[in-house]
C-alpha cells in the first residue's frame, strides 16, 4: 500500500473541514477524488501533502507516517500540483521547471537539464521556454506546472526507463483547469503513463466524465466526510451523485467507451416527460 490515511480529521479556525476520513490507494493507480464545493477535496489533498500537519489520525506514505518524514525527504517522494499557484516574478518557463529538480540539486547536472527537456517537450511547452511566466494563458501555466512536477518526479529523460512503485507519489488538485480539451487529455494521458511506471497519482477533478475515463479508484467525498469509495463502476451511480450534488443524472453505456458516460438532466431533456418537452419547443 502506497498511501494510507485513516481516521482524518482537521479544523480550520473554529470549522471542521475532515471529519474521519479513511482512504487507500495503491503505487501504480489513479486516484480520483471528488466532492461538491466545500466537501474536503483539497484540504484533504493538503493533509497528504504535509502542507497541514496538525490534522488528528495517521498518514502512512510507502511505509512511513507523514509526520515522521523530514520535508526533504517528502520532496523527493512526492510531487504537488496545486489548485492556486501564484508567481508573478519574470522567471522564464524553463526556470520555473528548473526548480522542480532543485529537491535533488542546486546546481543542475547535465541529467537534470535532459529531464527539464523532456518533461518541458513532454507537456508541449518546450518551444514557450524562453517566455516569461507570468505572460502565459491560464492554460499554458497549468502546462508549465505539470512539466515541473513532472521534473521533479523522474529519474531519467524517458517515463518507462524506470519502475517506480512504491517510490513516488504525485498529487493534483485540478490539474486541467483553464486548459483546452486537447490538453486536458495530453494531461491525464501524463497521469495515466506516469501511473503505468508504478507512480501513484492522486488527483481532485470536477469532471465526471474526465474521472471516469482515467481512474482505477475513485473517494467520494460529502460533508468533510467519505461518501463511498471504490472503482468508478461502483462510485458514479445516479443516486451517488444526487446525494452528493443535488444534481440528476443517467449514467450510460456506449460500445466504443469503455467508461460510463454521465449525463445531466438538462442533456437532451433526459428526465422530462413528452408534456415538458413539447413546452421547451414552443
Do not use: W
Not at 179 to 187: F, K, P
Amino acid at each position: 500500500m502506497m498511501l494510507r490515511a485513516k481516521d482524518i480529521s482537521l479544523s480550520l479556525g473554529k470549522a471542521q473541514i475532515l471529519r474521519g476520513v479513511s482512504m487507500d490507494a495503491n503505487a501504480g493507480e489513479l486516484c480520483v477524488i471528488m466532492g461538491a464545493n466545500g466537501a474536503g477535496k483539497s484540504t484533504l489533498l493538503k493533509v497528504i501533502a504535509g502542507e497541514y500537519m496538525h490534522y488528528q489520525g495517521s498518514v502512512n506514505i510507502a511505509g512511513n507516517e507523514l509526520k515522521t518524514l523530514p520535508v526533504d525527504a517528502q520532496a523527493r517522494m512526492r510531487a504537488v500540483l496545486s489548485q492556486q499557484i501564484t508567481l508573478n516574478q519574470p522567471f522564464s518557463v524553463m526556470e520555473v521547471v528548473n526548480m522542480g529538480r532543485y529537491v535533488y540539486n542546486t546546481h543542475l547536472t547535465a541529467l537534470d537539464k535532459e529531464i527539464v527537456t523532456y518533461a518541458l517537450k513532454t507537456m508541449q511547452v518546450y518551444n514557450l521556454r524562453e517566455r516569461t511566466y507570468p505572460t502565459l494563458s491560464g492554460g499554458q501555466k497549468q502546462r508549465v506546472q505539470m512539466a515541473r512536477v513532472l521534473a521533479q518526479l523522474l529519474e531519467a529523460p524517458d517515463l518507462r526507463a524506470t519502475d517506480y512503485t512504491g517510490k513516488k507519489m504525485l498529487l493534483l488538485d485540478e490539474p486541467v483547469t483553464g486548459m483546452d480539451i486537447l490538453h486536458q487529455q495530453l494531461s491525464l494521458q501524463l497521469a495515466t503513463s506516469l501511473a503505468a511506471s508504478g507512480v501513484l497519482v492522486v488527483a481532485v477533478l470536477h469532471d465526471f466524465q474526465l474521472a471516469a475515463a482515467y481512474a482505477n479508484r475513485m473517494l467520494l467525498l460529502k460533508d468533510g466526510g467519505v461518501y463511498a469509495q471504490g472503482t468508478v463502476e461502483e462510485i458514479l451511480r445516479p443516486a451517488h451523485i444526487k446525494d452528493c450534488f443535488g444534481v440528476e443524472v443517467a449514467v450510460l453505456e456506449h460500445p466504443q467507451c469503455h467508461y460510463p458516460l454521465v449525463v445531466t438532466a438538462a442533456a437532451d431533456g433526459l428526465f422530462k416527460s413528452p408534456a415538458e418537452k413539447a413546452i421547451n419547443v414552443l
